[in-house]
C-alpha cells in the first residue's frame, strides 16, 4: 500500500480550515499537515467578530493571541430604537491571522497554489500534481446546493483613516436609521483607534449578487452624514455571507460524497447573523480531540456536528424566513428593531445560539411587526424550490 504524502491536508486557508491548522499544531505538532491556499495568502481580507458570549473561558484563552481589537461594550441604532448593550465584541483581523498561520506552518503552507478537483483522500492541483492524504478537508466557502435555500448577508466595507479623531469609544453594530431598499440595511462601525473605523454597508437581500458600486458610496455618504472627512482609503473588505432559510439536511451531506468539509461550506455558522467564527472555533477544537483523522471518520464527525447544529437551529430559520419573505422589503427593519427591545440576557443567548423555549416564545408574543398572514405563509414554506418561486414574486410584490 502507498504511504500518503501527509496526515491531512486542508484546502483553502480561511478561518475554519486556519483554525483546525493551529488547533492540530498545538495539539498534535507530530502530525504531517498541509494548507492549500490559492492565494499568495491565507486569510483572504475579511474581519471576523465574535461576542464574548459566543465562546467559553478555554476557547477565548487559545484565540486571545489573535484578536486585533477588543471593546466592553456596544451599540444599536435603528429609526424608532438606539440602545447600549454591556456585551463584549472582539475582532480578528486577517493580516494578523495570516502570519499566526504562516509562523505555525512554515514550509507546510503552499500559497498561490490551485487546485483542480478535491477528493476525500487526494487532490489534483491545477498542474497536474496528486497528492495523497489519510484525510483531506475542503473548506473553500459556500457550495451552492440545491437541497438548501439561502438568503444572503452582502457587505463592502472600508477601513478608513479620518482626517480627525471620531469620536466613538465603541462599536456600533447595526445602524438601521439609513435609507432602506431591497432589504433590510444596516452600517456597521468598528472603531480601531482614535482616527480609523472599518465602515461596513450591509444588505440582507434574496440573491448573492452584489452592487459593490452602490455599497462604496454609501459607506461615503454615511462618513459624511456622520461629519467624518475620509483622509485614506487603508483597504477594502467585500463577501456575500449565507443566511440559512430551509432544507434537507440528509440530502445535503448525501451529495457531499463522503467528503469531509469545514466552515461555510460545510454549514457551520450562524443562520441568522452569518457569523462563523465560534462554529469554527468548536470545530478545530473537535477535530483536535479526534484519535481517527481517516477521512471516514472525519467526515462523520463532522457530518454528525452539523447536523446536530442543523436540528438546534430550526427556530432561527423560522425566523429567518419571516425576515426574508413577509412584509415589504424596505420594512424588514422592523423585525430587527423589535428584537433589539428584548431583554439582554436573550438577545446574547440568540447571537450565541442557545435560545431557550422561554426565549423562543418571547420572541413572536406581541405584535408581528410583519403582515400576520404573510408571516403564517413564510413559516410554512420549508422546500428549497418554493422558497425560491416565492422569491421571485414577493421581489414583484415589493417594489414600491
Request: glycine share 8%.
Amino acid at each position: 500500500m502507498t504511504t500518503p504524502d501527509f496526515d491531512l491536508i486542508l484546502v483553502g486557508g480561511g478561518l475554519a480550515n486556519g483554525l483546525i491548522a493551529l488547533r492540530l499544531k498545538q495539539a498534535r505538532p507530530a502530525l504531517r499537515l498541509l494548507m492549500l491556499e490559492r492565494d499568495a495568502r491565507p486569510g483572504g481580507n475579511h474581519t471576523w467578530s465574535f461576542h464574548d458570549g459566543d465562546l467559553d473561558d478555554a476557547q477565548h484563552a487559545w484565540l486571545a493571541p489573535l484578536i486585533g481589537c477588543r471593546w466592553p461594550s456596544h451599540r444599536v441604532i435603528f429609526p424608532q430604537r438606539t440602545r447600549q448593550l454591556r456585551g463584549g465584541y472582539a475582532s480578528i483581523f486577517s493580516a494578523d491571522f495570516a502570519r499566526a498561520l504562516e509562523d505555525a506552518l512554515g514550509n507546510d503552507l503552499w500559497a498561490d497554489t490551485r487546485v483542480e478537483s478535491v477528493q476525500p483522500t487526494r487532490v489534483t492541483l491545477s498542474d497536474g500534481r496528486t497528492l495523497q492524504a489519510g484525510a483531506v478537508i475542503d473548506g473553500r466557502g459556500v457550495d451552492p446546493n440545491p437541497h438548501v435555500a439561502l438568503g444572503y448577508q452582502a457587505f463592502l466595507g472600508q477601513e478608513v483613516r479620518l482626517a480627525r479623531p471620531h469620536g466613538l469609544t465603541q462599536p456600533i453594530l447595526m445602524d438601521a436609521s439609513v435609507a432602506q431598499s431591497d432589504g433590510y440595511r444596516f452600517v456597521y462601525v468598528l472603531p480601531f483607534s482614535a482616527d480609523t473605523l472599518l465602515i461596513e454597508d450591509t444588505h440582507y437581500v434574496d440573491g448573492p449578487q452584489a452592487d459593490e458600486a452602490t455599497l462604496r458610496a454609501h459607506v461615503e455618504a454615511y462618513a459624511r452624514a456622520s461629519g467624518w472627512q475620509i483622509q485614506e482609503v487603508l483597504r477594502e473588505e467585500r463577501g456575500v455571507l449565507p443566511i440559512t432559510l430551509a432544507g434537507d439536511i440528509d440530502a445535503f451531506w448525501r451529495g457531499a460524497d463522503g467528503q469531509p468539509r469545514s466552515g461555510l461550506r460545510a454549514g457551520l455558522f450562524h443562520p441568522t447573523t452569518g457569523y462563523s467564527l465560534p462554529h469554527a472555533a468548536r470545530l478545530a477544537e473537535q477535530i483536535a480531540r479526534l484519535d481517527d483523522l481517516s477521512a471516514p471518520a472525519l467526515f462523520t464527525a463532522i457530518r454528525d456536528t452539523a447536523e446536530r447544529e442543523w436540528r438546534r437551529q430550526g427556530y432561527f430559520r423560522l425566523l429567518n424566513r419571516m425576515l426574508f419573505l413577509a412584509g415589504r422589503a424596505d420594512q424588514r427593519w422592523r423585525v430587527m428593531q423589535r428584537f433589539y427591545g428584548l431583554p439582554e440576557p436573550l438577545i446574547e443567548r440568540f447571537y450565541a445560539g442557545r435560545l431557550t423555549a422561554a426565549d423562543k416564545l418571547r420572541i413572536v408574543v406581541g405584535k408581528p411587526p410583519v403582515p400576520i398572514g404573510e408571516a403564517a405563509r413564510a413559516v410554512q414554506l420549508t422546500h428549497p424550490r418554493h422558497i425560491a418561486s416565492h422569491q421571485r414574486s414577493h421581489q414583484l410584490r415589493s417594489r414600491p
